[in-house]
């Protein structure tokens, strides 16, 4: 697959997320603020972000052809860019 093919198709799968569950910056919120009653410390959007690529690139040592978790990895630093409004780290 072409990395223009894929980008379009990790596009897709975050509008139809979007279409789902709502806005990303709201949801990863809410993630955030469940895992860190869930691990009892506090937990931001970002690192929720970060933790789900670290998944998908644990994944991917195991499977590097895997085209998934390629995918997921484009749309989830897609989402990134977006709840960290420009790139402010650690939001």
Wanted: glycine share 8%; with cysteine.
């Amino acid at each position: 697959m072409k990395g223009e093919n894929l980008l379009k198709h990790a596009l897709q799968i975050v509008e139809d997320r979007r279409a789902q569950y709502g806005d990303s910056t709201q949801m990863f919120n809410e993630v955030a603020k469940r895992w860190s009653i869930t691990l009892g410390v506090e937990v931001s959007p970002t690192a929720v972000v970060l933790c789900l690529i670290d998944l998908k690139l644990a994944r991917l040592h195991h499977t590097p052809h895997h085209l998934d978790s390629i995918t997921d990895i484009a749309g989830y630093a897609a989402v990134l860019a977006e709840i960290t409004q420009g790139g402010v780290y650690g939001r």
